[in-house]
């Protein structure tokens, strides 16, 4: 299993839709979680970043961690054909040997039509 | 302008063929890493390095080498490239810290015939 589980999609939904992306996990030394987006043809680009369990918002995007289900999500308010991308959940842990080292979910395709 | 570079962007080349994907980052950061990104497998870490001298393997690590002599360059070579090793490679480097957030460069898309 591996430690960082996204439902790669695609995702489909029309302009002005809320969209829910979800990440499980199985580490329970992850603390700090964050959000990548990644537009066609570029390399991912940090997006959002939560720390242990609650919730975050930057303008339409909101992120929410639970941390006693193992599971963060990102919901995209208003969507628009702009926040077409692949979107990647990545964790890390607060302490150890993998101290830095990011762990990605395999992404999950989005794309919003007008 | 904050950057991190890859060369070359497209590579194609036949089975055991050493070669080498350079990148560098002029941002100063400690850490850095190579993933590659293959549908349906998504982004997996192949090596990282925390520090000059520093490396270490990440989840794919087999058939590849890197090393880490100055701060800013992480080339990686491919010693004797088999066909399972094409693939999207990203270099990336981190800000450290607990989330260090990572920096990609624009990818390298490596075909092996």
Not at chain 2, 10 to 24: A, F, H, R
Request: net charge positive.
């Amino acid at each position: 299993q591996k430690e960082v589980e996204q439902d790669p999609g695609p995702l489909s939904v029309p302009e002005g839709a809320i969209v829910s992306l979800n990440c499980t996990y199985s580490n329970s030394a992850f603390q700090y979680f964050m959000w990548y987006r990644q537009y066609s043809r570029k390399g991912p680009e940090l997006l959002m970043y939560t720390y242990s369990s609650g919730n975050k918002e930057d303008g339409r995007f909101t992120a929410q961690v639970d941390k006693s289900s193992k599971y963060i999500s990102l919901f995209i308010r208003d969507s628009q054909p702009s926040d077409s991308a692949t979107y990647l959940c990545a964790m890390s842990a607060s302490r150890g040997s993998t101290l830095g080292r990011l762990y990605f979910g395999r992404g999950t395709q989005l794309t919003v039509w007008p | 302008e904050a950057q991190v570079t890859q060369n070359p962007r497209y590579l194609i080349t036949v089975t055991g063929k050493k070669l080498t994907v350079t990148c560098s980052q002029n941002m100063n950061h400690e850490y850095m890493s190579w993933y590659r990104q293959d549908p349906g497998l998504g982004l997996r870490q192949i090596y990282y390095s925390m520090n000059v001298e520093v490396t270490d393997k990440g989840d794919v690590p087999e058939g590849y080498k890197v090393s880490r002599k100055e701060k800013r360059n992480f080339p990686l070579i491919l010693e004797s490239p088999s066909p399972n090793q094409t693939s999207l490679y990203f270099c990336a480097s981190g800000s450290g810290g607990p989330y260090n957030e990572q920096f990609f460069g624009p990818g390298t898309r490596l075909t092996v015939l």
